[in-house]
């Protein structure tokens, strides 16, 4: 059943009242492009072989049933979660999800072409895609060390992969005409405590600078950094730490990769945003739900993802920003797990589109602080929720609870079908 005028115009009536414009929140919200995490599909296992993800200080927990094995499952999967979710958006491939018919072909190998499937895919829909070079899953990787590593052969081999990903990206962003960001994220580092904690960040920039040296159309792809507080393994000393990362971007005209979980428990992403946002052009995001903690839980709508959603806003940052999501749970569904996390961030940016900025701030530069407090938290029971029924109708996708069903049919299909 469809929602009646009567009622949508009675919730953009309420935010008129307060001087918020509905129509042009709904705009602005069309144009954000979520960038969906291929590896939520198939918890982080890729099509390189049959182990699945190893090292690098990550962990999928879970065996729910029906996680996709091969590139065409996986497409498949991704086709319905994006039939739930209002808008176009992207999506984000590892390097391990290339296809090459069975064949082995190592990570410093990899071309366009073992991605072709994924980008006359994404044209097909109009979606863009991201990459991000795999440095984990590897032996290469399993002693922890990629970009880093002090054997020169090894170092050489994973700077081989570094540019092999950008090349990819770039003929992803040629062929779809829409930018491809490279998010390099390496898991190094040390479990206990390490006497020397500069010369491997010494040898990861010189490997990053390398990378960096092959030029690639800036038009078609460009480069993020993500840092990380530590993993499992590596619990004492991460080489791409926040101040490695950020020093690396500023310096480099790189972008830097905040995710929510790579940080102290208490320490938020969302004050990052307006405190870069002086001094770096773009941001990437890694939107994710730490739970004690990197534990990559789905994505929820919760005061983290307000607050991110808030700062992006706020200081006008859309334009600025690349959001890309990161979680990976084998314990729900994981094409529901892909719905719920992408519809909390669209409805969390839907919220601050929603408030009246403007008059908040003149409140709080007029030391009316009570006035702030107060509808900051009337806002939270404004009728958004009809507001986004609409949102979802309007882009033809199930508004509410309906999508909950779609993917229940989905499950039963395909598991009738044998998949495990
Ligand atoms: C790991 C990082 C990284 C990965 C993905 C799979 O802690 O967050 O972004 O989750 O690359
Ligand atoms: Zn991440």
């Keep these: 059943m469809s929602m009646p005028e009567q009622i949508y115009n009675f919730a953009k009536q309420r935010y008129a009242d307060i001087g918020v414009d509905v129509e042009s929140a709904l705009r602005e919200l069309s144009m954000v492009k979520v960038s969906l995490q291929c590896w939520q599909g198939d918890d982080v296992s890729g099509f390189e072989n049959s182990s699945g993800l190893t090292d690098g200080g990550i962990l999928a927990t879970g065996n729910y049933p029906g996680k996709a094995r091969n590139a065409e499952q996986l497409r498949a999967d991704a086709d319905v979660a994006f039939s739930l979710i209002p808008g176009k958006h992207k999506f984000s491939l590892h390097a391990i999800y290339l296809e090459n018919n069975g064949a082995k072909v190592d990570r410093d190998q990899i071309e366009p072409r073992h991605f072709q499937g994924w980008i006359d895919w994404a044209k097909e829909r109009k979606i863009g895609l991201d990459f991000n070079p795999t440095y984990f899953s590897h032996p290469l990787a399993s002693d922890g060390f990629t970009l880093s590593a002090a054997d020169l052969g090894k170092r050489k081999f994973w700077i081989r992969h570094g540019i092999a990903s950008r090349k990819i990206a770039e003929s992803m962003g040629a062929q779809l005409g829409m930018k491809s960001v490279v998010n390099f994220w390496m898991p190094d580092g040390f479990k206990d405590i390490p006497v020397d904690r500069f010369s491997p960040r010494q040898r990861m920039a010189d490997s990053l600078d390398q990378i960096f040296a092959t030029k690639i159309d800036t038009n078609d792809e460009t480069d993020a950094l993500e840092s990380k507080l530590f993993g499992i393994g590596s619990e004492t000393y991460v080489v791409g730490s926040h101040e490695f990362c950020l020093g690396y971007a500023l310096s480099r005209n790189k ?14 992403i969302a004050d990052k945003l307006p405190g870069l946002a002086l001094f770096v052009k773009e941001f990437l995001l890694h939107v994710s739900r730490p739970v004690r903690w990197d534990s990559d839980h789905v994505v929820i709508w919760n005061d983290d993802l307000r ?6 806003v706020r200081n006008n940052l859309l334009g600025r920003v690349h959001i890309g999501l990161d979680f990976f749970d ?4 994981r094409i529901a797990a892909w719905v719920i996390g992408t519809r909390s961030m669209l409805k969390a940016l839907l919220a601050a589109l929603l408030e009246p900025i403007n008059d908040l701030r003149k409140w709080e530069l007029m030391g009316d602080y009570t006035k702030r407090l107060a509808i900051l938290e009337e806002l939270k029971s404004m009728p958004i929720g009809i507001i986004w029924d609409y949102y979802c109708e309007k882009n033809n996708v199930p508004a509410g609870t309906a999508w909950i069903e779609e993917v229940k049919k989905y499950e039963s299909k395909i598991l009738s079908e044998g998949r495990k």
């Design 307 to 312: 607050g991110i959603a808030e700062e992006l």
């Design 330 to 333: 084998a314990t729900i569904n």
């Design 255 to 268: 972008l830097i990769c905040l995710d929510a979980g790579h940080f102290h428990p208490t320490e938020m």
